[in-house]
């Protein structure tokens, strides 16, 4: 019997995947579910799996890979897609192709499947990585295949083969959690013009039921990468949890918004983001403090270009591994630590420090100083305004004005 790896999360579309794969290709599957930090959601997937007529399943732990080779370098990045998305659900879906491509070399597997849909970004994530790493590895998309058209035709479907699913025709939203987000799509949410309700919020406490006092964090950041929190050493995983926690409990990392799916469409999504939505707000403000001007606004270019290959899965290419190269570069000076202010969803900075800062308190000041002769400028804007000056002459003479 051949074999087909699936990527499985326990939720309805991988639910209902594992007897569909049986029953229209012939498959033996393997499940397989990656731990990026699902934490409850990845209860009792042994036996729900195995339940649901999979021959086997791996639960592989890749949290600090996760972490240290996907997030971390975003964040060094500063990539954000269209301003608001910290690309949670983006980059992972790469990670997940990789393991996935692991696991079916490892079994002898003829194919691997997923349970994105045809009109998502996810189903273009996790082929472009499969693409990158197994171009021989034949890709089995159910949602492109079969009867299903919606979520409600997915329950009845799980339901007449006695599965249980976590979701209900009275709350049917998609969701994807890992370590630096949780994502919410569908239902109500579909219409942009309906305000999200509380019990949407599953990781974070709504801003108006925050603490009345604002809480103080510090971070600290060696080449760019956070290392410490309040103080403390702690590891990559550690840390993004610990954060995670207080953040969401002082209401910080929200974002309600309608984007541009790579596959031509607009969707509306709520994503919970605590812990990233501190880190890259602190991470921001020690690299105004750390690099100069030039780089800075280059790096603001880059970043732009960084987020839409994450989001578009184009991670495993040639340009993000030489934008790899140069926000590494950039990024050796970004150390030192930042306080941030967090209070009932607001998350801005309290202070900055670092030994590397390139702000000179004498040259800034508005006191009497002794370094900067003030006389200079007249000069320099003399020379910087030459090309407006010599239009305006020209348009008078012309008799344009």
């Given at each position: 019997?051949?074999?087909?790896?699936?990527?499985?999360?326990?939720?309805?579309?991988?639910?209902?995947?594992?007897?569909?794969?049986?029953?229209?290709?012939?498959?033996?599957?393997?499940?397989?579910?990656?731990?990026?930090?699902?934490?409850?959601?990845l209860?009792?997937?042994?036996?729900?799996a195995?339940?649901t007529?999979?021959?086997?399943?791996?639960?592989?732990?890749?949290?600090?890979?996760?972490?240290?080779?996907?997030?971390?370098?975003?964040l060094?990045?500063?990539?954000?897609?269209?301003?608001?998305?910290?690309?949670?659900?983006?980059?992972?879906?790469?990670?997940?192709?990789?393991?996935?491509?692991?696991?079916?070399?490892?079994?002898?597997?003829?194919?691997?499947?997923?349970?994105?849909?045809?009109?998502?970004?996810?189903?273009?994530?996790?082929?472009?990585?499969?693409?990158?790493?197994?171009?021989?590895m034949?890709?089995?998309?159910?949602?492109?295949?079969?009867?299903?058209?919606?979520?409600?035709?997915?329950?009845?479907?799980a339901?007449?083969?006695?599965?249980?699913?976590?979701?209900?025709?009275s709350?049917?939203?998609?969701?994807?959690?890992n370590?630096?987000?949780?994502?919410?799509?569908?239902?109500?949410?579909?219409?942009?013009?309906?305000?999200?309700?509380?019990?949407?919020?599953?990781?974070?406490?709504?801003?108006?039921?925050?603490?009345?006092?604002?809480?103080?964090?510090?971070?600290?950041?060696?080449?760019?990468?956070?290392?410490?929190?309040?103080?403390?050493?702690?590891?990559?995983?550690?840390?993004?949890e610990?954060?995670?926690?207080?953040?969401?409990?002082?209401?910080?990392?929200?974002?309600?918004?309608?984007?541009?799916?790579?596959?031509?469409?607009?969707?509306?999504?709520?994503?919970?983001?605590?812990?990233?939505?501190?880190?890259?707000?602190a991470?921001?403000?020690?690299?105004?403090?750390?690099?100069?001007?030039?780089?800075?606004?280059?790096?603001?270019?880059?970043?732009?270009?960084?987020?839409?290959?994450?989001?578009?899965?184009?991670?495993?290419?040639?340009?993000?591994?030489?934008?790899?190269?140069?926000?590494?570069?950039?990024?050796?000076?970004?150390?030192?630590?930042?306080?941030?202010?967090?209070?009932?969803?607001?998350?801005?900075?309290?202070?900055?420090?670092?030994?590397?800062?390139?702000?000179?308190?004498?040259?800034?000041?508005?006191?009497?100083?002794?370094?900067?002769?003030?006389?200079?400028a007249?000069?320099?804007?003399?020379?910087?305004?030459?090309?407006?000056?010599?239009?305006?002459?020209?348009?008078?003479?012309?008799?344009?004005?």
């Open positions: 019997m051949p074999k087909v790896v699936l990527a499985y999360s326990g939720g309805l579309d991988t639910s209902i995947i594992i007897p569909w794969l049986k029953e229209n290709y012939g498959y033996e599957v393997i499940a397989l579910a990656v731990d990026l930090g699902q934490k409850e959601e209860e009792s997937l042994n036996e729900k195995i339940n007529g999979a021959s086997k399943i791996y639960i592989e732990d890749a949290r600090q890979e996760f972490v240290e080779e996907y997030i971390f370098p975003t060094k990045a500063g990539a954000v897609y269209e301003g608001k998305y910290l690309l949670g659900t983006s980059m992972a879906r790469p990670l997940i192709a990789k393991k996935m491509v692991e696991i079916a070399k490892k079994e002898g597997a003829e194919a691997v499947a997923h349970g994105a849909t045809g009109k998502g970004n996810d189903q273009v994530r996790f082929e472009l990585g499969i693409k990158a790493l197994a171009p021989e034949k890709i089995v998309a159910p949602w492109r295949e079969w009867d299903i058209r919606s979520r409600e035709d997915a329950i009845d479907y339901n007449a083969r006695g599965i249980p699913v976590p979701v209900t025709k709350r049917p939203y998609s969701m994807d959690r370590i630096w987000h949780l994502s919410h799509e569908g239902a109500d949410l579909e219409d942009p013009w309906n305000e999200p309700l509380d019990d949407v919020l599953l990781l974070t406490t709504p801003p108006t039921k925050a603490p009345d006092k604002p809480t103080y964090v510090e971070i600290e950041f060696t080449q760019g990468i956070p290392v410490k929190l309040d103080g403390a050493a702690l590891d990559s995983v550690a840390l993004i610990k954060l995670n926690e207080i953040a969401g409990q002082n209401g910080v990392g929200i974002v309600d918004m309608v984007e541009n799916r790579l596959v031509g469409m607009k969707s509306r999504g709520v994503y919970e983001t605590p812990a990233g939505t501190v880190l890259f707000n991470h921001h403000e020690m690299e105004l403090l750390t690099l100069d001007r030039a780089t800075l606004h280059f790096k603001e270019i880059v970043a732009a270009r960084y987020a839409e290959l994450v989001y578009d899965g184009v991670w495993f290419s040639p340009l993000r591994e030489a934008l790899d190269a140069f926000v590494d570069s950039t990024q050796k000076t970004v150390t030192g630590t930042v306080r941030m202010r967090l209070y009932k969803g607001n998350c801005t900075p309290a202070g900055t420090k670092s030994p590397y800062s390139l702000y000179n308190q004498e040259l800034s000041t508005f006191s009497r100083d002794e370094i900067y002769n003030q006389q200079d007249e000069g320099f804007i003399n020379l910087f305004g030459l090309p407006l000056k010599v239009r305006a002459l020209m348009e008078k003479n012309s008799g344009l004005r």
